[in-house]
Structures are given as structure tokens and as C-alpha cells.
């Protein structure tokens, strides 16, 4: 059964940082692309960041690229989010998705993902 736990979510003043951690388990990490979704209220899903496991390539939001990083070193079969200068527009929750990665024809396009964690809360404080 595939697993995802979101961590690390909280209050932060606009300009701060946070790092989400997703935590992955019962199904093969190399195989699957994981990525990072953010969900306001009132607002559609959408891409944050992602990282194909197999190869390392990331891929990042026209919106947070250059603040927002998926570390190329990540723990066993756990992905982090190193969140920068965030904003108060960020306020959201924030999901980590997994999904196989022949079925991921774009990686920060919700749909394409099967496997979801339970969200992290992020808040930005003005």
C-alpha cells in the first residue's frame, strides 16, 4: 500500500523559510516521479515542484523557481522541499503526490498523480 506523510508545515512571516519533508513507503521510490502540490482556500490545486527519482531531474513552478528547491540528497525513499522568501500568497496546504513515472506526462500537473499524502498546513504571515 503506497504511504506519503507530509511534515514539516507551520507558521512563518513572509520572507522566512520551511522545509517539508514527504516520507514514501510501499512501492519501489526509483520507479515514481514525486511532487509537490499547494492548495489554497477557494483555489484550484496546483504544481509546486517535482523531482523524477530515477534521473534526480527537478522540475518548479514558473512562480517559485529560484526560492523554492528539492535538494538533489534526500534520505531513503524520503523527499524534502526547502521553501524560500515564501510569500503570503503561499498560504496553502501542501501535498506530496507519487506516481509511476511512465504514467507522469507532466510533472506539475496534478491529474497525472494517484498517490496522496494527507497535506501539510502552510502559513505566511504578513
Known amino acids: 500500500e503506497v504511504q506519503l506523510v507530509e511534515s514539516g508545515g507551520g507558521l512563518v512571516q513572509a520572507g522566512g523559510s520551511l522545509r517539508l519533508s514527504c516520507a514514501a513507503s510501499?512501492?519501489?521510490?526509483?520507479?515514481?516521479?514525486i511532487g509537490w502540490f499547494r492548495q489554497a482556500p477557494g483555489k484550484e490545486r496546483e504544481g509546486v515542484a517535482s523531482?523524477?527519482?530515477?534521473?534526480?531531474?527537478?522540475y518548479y513552478s514558473h512562480s517559485v523557481k529560484g526560492r523554492f528547491t528539492i535538494p538533489s540528497v534526500n534520505t531513503k525513499n524520503t523527499v524534502y522541499l526547502q521553501m524560500n522568501s515564501l510569500k503570503v500568497e503561499e498560504t496553502a496546504v501542501y501535498y506530496c503526490a507519487a506516481e509511476f513515472r511512465t504514467v507522469v506526462a507532466d510533472p506539475l500537473y496534478w491529474p497525472y498523480f494517484s498517490n496522496w499524502g494527507q497535506g501539510t498546513e502552510v502559513t505566511v504571515s504578513a
Open positions: 523531482i523524477r527519482i530515477s534521473d534526480g531531474s527537478t
Open positions: 510501499g512501492f519501489t521510490f526509483e520507479e515514481y516521479v
